[in-house]
């Protein structure tokens, strides 16, 4: 998502911090800036300068710009809260306190009602500006940064990583997080605090990863860490020695882990182009299908194969329920050989990554032939399922190297997710209040998503013991039995170990029979209208004896007693969960298959694009 780049040493700050940024382009944003400390050392002040638009609009402002100081701070900016805009675009100061800040602060609206009400100021529309007000009340009654975080820490409720600065304190910075990533660089008498390695590695290859609830005090050139509660805790220094392979791979040990990392990315460039944010509306500009046109549909067809039919059978749930439109979901190498029956006024939506699966491109020209309008959804720009179909939809999730898929799948579940938003909207189910509700969700979905990504340590360690089972299953109800079936198909294709994915309400019908002590069941059983009924199911599998991991929401205690192993996602909209519950499963996939020793983004027997029958 956004990028940080904060600087305290003997170099130039904006030149260490511009070409920071520069290296987290990759990341996407919509806007950016720094504050960096200048004028007489007795009194040095914040100098802000911010752009909106690309980096070389705030390069082209920074050339005449000369700061005295040797501490800043910059960042690129992603919009959540508040559309792009200069205003919006970070640092935000106040009262000589300056901070950037990744992530979204779920109970913004409270703390803001609470300023207004103590007379402050709010310049912009962004809920990271509403933190530094924070900052700046307890600064100025500690006197001090540190403990001016601390205090305000007990306040948010989120996912964040910022890093702040104060005037008053020029040798100072503190960074602290709760689910989006932050390094220290350790370089020789110079401190860089960063979102990403990549920022930092040229620099120094000497670093220090915070984990959640940690601050980290840049003072001069000393680094200390501490708990949320101010005690001092201990913290490795890594040495990164890259390859030019690993520095392509930005650092990662395959593909398809940084590919899983890239996510939160992915997501958001998916839904970029079709969001108003000032009005929070979905807008399709170039859809290539006209409104008059999606609201004639009478009934919709998903068709698509592997990991793609997946998210269509989740978009089949969304679209369902939004617009009351029958939705059937088909495996593009079924459908074109049922002779299916496609009635008049029908939409046929064909899910591909590459664009060239064979059986999917025969689906859209069979659908063709039969008179129904057709829509792709693809990566892969100008390619043979995106040319031939009538509209065109886009993952934009960018280049995926690892053959199984993960980032173009929580692309195309985004993508339908705005797809079952409009086509309510278009048949009068799905009003301004629900829309905008909706987006808002989705706008703040990209940070939830930074937070999930913090299992990546639990399945590191926990693979060992996970790969020793006979074999998993993957249960779910309603919109997460897709998400069940995916990570079923992720362990099979990289760890070739057994492995299924059931709906939940189907134990009695036979899975039940394979339950006992040497098999692994994982639930995926967040809180919405199916919760009581996943798990009653749990409570079945295991009274068999079946060792349990569930993913659920939040801090749920009834679903920690019946478990093993249980796994929070952050409190979300109904067709959000199964976004946020596919890393998990991908995260179990790729390290069980690590710890095997398999190749994990060249798995055996598998080509990323099935262009052949």
């Known amino acids: 998502m956004c990028g940080i780049v904060g600087y305290l040493g003997a170099k130039d700050p904006k030149e260490v911090i511009v ?81 950037v800040h990744n992530g979204i602060i779920e109970n913004y609206q409270e703390i803001k009602a609470e300023l207004v009400r103590a007379g402050a100021e709010i310049k912009s529309d962004t809920d990271s500006e509403l933190v530094a007000h924070l900052l700046a009340a307890k600064v100025k ?143 399709f500009k170039d859809l290539g299908l006209t409104s008059d046109q999606l609201k004639s549909i009478e009934r919709v067809f998903i068709v698509a194969c592997g990991t793609s039919f997946y998210a269509g059978m989740a978009g089949r749930y969304m679209i369902e329920e939004l617009s009351r439109v029958a939705v059937e979901c088909d495996i593009a190498s079924e459908f074109r050989y049922r002779n299916p029956v496609i009635p008049k ?57 690892g053959v199984a898929s993960t980032k173009a799948f929580v692309s195309t579940l985004a993508i339908f997710n705005l797809l079952a938003i409009k086509f309510g909207q278009i048949h009068g189910f799905v009003g301004a209040d629900v829309q905008a509700t909706a987006v808002d969700a989705l706008l703040g979905l990209p940070a939830q998503m930074e937070t999930v990504l913090s299992y990546d340590k639990f399945f590191a360690e926990s693979a060992i013991k996970l790969k020793a089972y006979r074999g998993i299953l993957f249960m779910g109800r309603g919109i997460n039995y897709p998400i069940a079936l995916e990570g079923a198909l992720k362990l099979k294709e990289l760890a070739y170990m057994h492995a299924e994915g059931y709906a939940a309400g189907e134990m009695k019908h036979g899975p039940l029979a394979l339950i006992d002590e040497r098999m692994l069941i994982l639930m995926v059983c967040p809180s919405d209208q199916n919760y009581e009924k996943t798990l009653s199911n749990l409570e079945e599998a295991r009274a068999r004896g079946g060792k349990i991991v569930s993913i659920g929401t939040g801090d749920n205690h009834e679903l920690k007693t019946v478990s093993d192993d249980y796994l929070a996602l952050p409190k979300a909209s109904w067709m959000l969960n199964p976004i946020l519950a596919a890393i998990p499963v991908q995260l179990l996939a790729y390290h069980v298959a690590d710890a095997m020793g398999h190749d994990v983004d060249q798995p055996r027997n598998l080509a990323k694009s099935v262009t052949v029958e």
């Open 141 to 283: 009654e500690t006197g001090d940064l540190f403990k001016a975080v601390e205090l305000i820490l007990p306040r948010l409720t989120g996912a964040y990583a910022i890093l702040a600065m104060w005037e008053k304190q020029p040798e100072v910075m503190v960074a602290f997080k709760n689910g989006p990533p932050l390094v220290v660089g350790v370089g020789e008498k110079e401190m860089i605090v960063a979102s990403d390695v990549q920022a930092i590695i040229s620099h120094t290859n000497k670093v220090v990863y915070l984990d959640d609830h940690e601050i980290a005090l840049v003072k001069g050139s000393e680094l200390q860490m501490f708990s949320a509660s101010g005690h001092p805790i201990k913290k490795e220094v890594t040495t990164i020695n890259w390859s030019a392979d690993q520095v392509e791979k930005a650092g990662f040990k395959h593909f398809m882990l940084k590919e899983i990392f890239e996510q939160p990315r992915a997501v958001a460039n998916a839904i970029a182009p079709h969001i108003d944010l000032e009005k929070k509306t979905v807008e």
């Open 19 to 99: 070409g920071g940024l520069k290296r987290l382009e990759y990341r996407g944003y919509d806007s950016a800036g720094v504050a960096i400390l200048d004028g007489p050392k007795s009194d040095l002040k914040i100098k802000v300068v911010r752009a909106s638009g690309k980096l070389s609009e705030l390069s082209k402002k920074l050339e005449t710009e000369k700061f005295s100081g040797h501490l800043g701070i910059g960042h690129t900016r992603w919009a959540t809260h508040g559309v792009p805009s200069e205003r919006n675009a970070h640092p935000h100061t106040v009262g000589g306190v300056s901070l």
């Open 345 to 401: 006024n029908s939409l046929v939506i064909t899910v591909s990554q590459s664009g060239e699966t064979a059986d999917t491109l025969a689906a859209i020209r069979l659908a063709k032939k039969s008179g129904a309008l057709t829509l792709s959804i693809c990566n892969v720009r100008a390619s043979s399922i995106d040319r031939e179909a009538h509209g065109r939809l886009y993952m934009n999730s960018g280049p995926e190297i």
